[in-house]
């Protein structure tokens, strides 16, 4: 109602205008035509004269009529363009129903910054003359792309939330395999995180899990990104250890988890204070951290802290005669401490992250399990280099990691046992869509049962063959039971990915893995190999 009434006012106002604009043209050149008549009184003018200076006035008055419609017709149709306009913008400002990422316009998950109406990227026409803000006030804004993301005016203080959830369904060939479910539904993961800057070069981020990983808080840090090639970070996070670990997220694997070295031997996450840093043409980065040591835990427990290094090149980045080598990348990392504390991982597995948290022998058989009275204590030395290829709708990976860890039955003296696996893996898009390096997928005909926007989504298949290796040492050195356990392990992964969209993903993967000699899957039950049958279902933004 409070639109119409400003239409009908509008309307009002420009008709009357028109009308004495339009009364007044005319009473102007009537009076014209009279003082014509009269100034051509003289009887020395003929009748003709007249009648042709009258014929003259009413041409003139026709084209000025004519004129005034053409202007009336241009106003009316400003006057419609605003009122549209006006009605569209109150539409937006009062349509958005809520608070917080869809107070300032906010819609379904997709759409992507476009659709969003603030105050920062309405259009000329509707936005006005808006009064910059009063010093000290930071107006915000809202956005919606990878992740929903306020930002002040001027872009000094900002914070984006995210969420990950991943749901597995997890099948067993075996029968009657008890402890581990046959067949189950899993949480693998539920995460939200909050991250963003403090001035644009202090940036921060937050992140609590929820999953098979039974974790609280996740990650926790500040990194001061004065310059990019030597920021500074302190707090839990990924620690440079292992390509599989610091520079792919878990969303983004072909696999649905990294390789079995990398779960159980990878740092994950650990307090530390890490010096990092990227050449300005992405041809090299680089990381060097101290960090607490004990494998994805919240607590140091002793005065020595774990030395970790790496260093990722991309050196044929601008070598023209090799396009399918320009991203390319190769490099390796390396850690080194002593320990003292209960060993992490106690159980070993092929598709679970290092975790004690409760119900996780329900979602996975594990093929290693220390003696209860071990120690992980005494030194640690690890090695690994990395080659990881992305061409086109291609990615080849590959990794190669060495070293040791020390174990002590007690206060007894530790014993170094050496460890090695490797892994080669592949993914291939057959619907087209290109990489570059592991992130978000932007399927080029999103899935959609809708006619107008009919479309697949995107394709990959992936596989990957993987072996890991425990030293005898850990059955000679009584760490072990090895009448039950095995300390060697091969899986093959194979399966397919689908991409709906760019926040939605649906895992199909089917992993064989096989033990050097049989181990328990079941009281009284053995095994020699294990066929998991997965599909995950991912949201990411």
Known sequence: ??????????????????????????????????????????????????????????????????????????????????????????DRSSGSGGEGAFANGGGPIGQGPSSRWSFDDQPDDIRGDEPEPAEGEQRTASTFGEGFKWTTHDGEFDMAFHNETQLDVRAYEQNDSEPVNQFGFYTSRMRLYFNGSLTEPIEYSVSVNKGLGDLNLLDAYFNFNYDSRFQFRVGRFRVPYTYDWYALSNQFLPTPERSVFAINYGYNRNWALMLHGERGDEKGEYAVALSAGPRNQYYDFNADKDVLAY??????????????????????????????????????????NATDSEGADEAAPWFLELNDDVRERGPRHLWDVHSALYYKQLTLMTGWETGYNSYSVGDDPYLRVPTHGWHAQFGYFLTGEELTRRTFVEPLHPFDLRDEKRGLGAIEVQSRYDEFTVGDEIFSGGFADRNEWTGHVKTIDSGVNWYLNKFTKIYFDWQHAMFAQPIPYRPGGMQHHSNLFWTRFQIYF
Request: hydrophobic content about 45%.
């Open 1 to 90: 109602m409070r639109i119409r009434g400003r239409q009908q006012l509008i309307g009002c106002f420009l008709a009357a205008w028109l009308a004495l604009g339009v009364g007044g043209a005319l009473a102007e050149d009537a009076a014209s035509v009279s003082n014509a008549i009269d100034t051509t009184a003289p009887a020395v003018v003929s009748l003709e004269t007249r009648l042709q200076q009258l014929e003259q006035n009413h041409a003139a008055l026709a084209t000025q009529h004519e004129e005034m419609i053409v202007e009336n017709q241009r106003l009316r149709s400003q006057v419609e363009a605003m009122t549209a306009s006006l009605d569209d913008a109150l």
């Open 311 to 352: 260093l990722n090149l991309r050196p044929l980045q601008d070598n023209e005669e090799l396009p399918a080598l320009k991203y390319w990348n190769v490099g390796g990392s390396m850690a080194y401490g002593i320990q003292d504390q209960a060993p992490r991982p106690r159980q070993f597995w092929t598709s679970l």
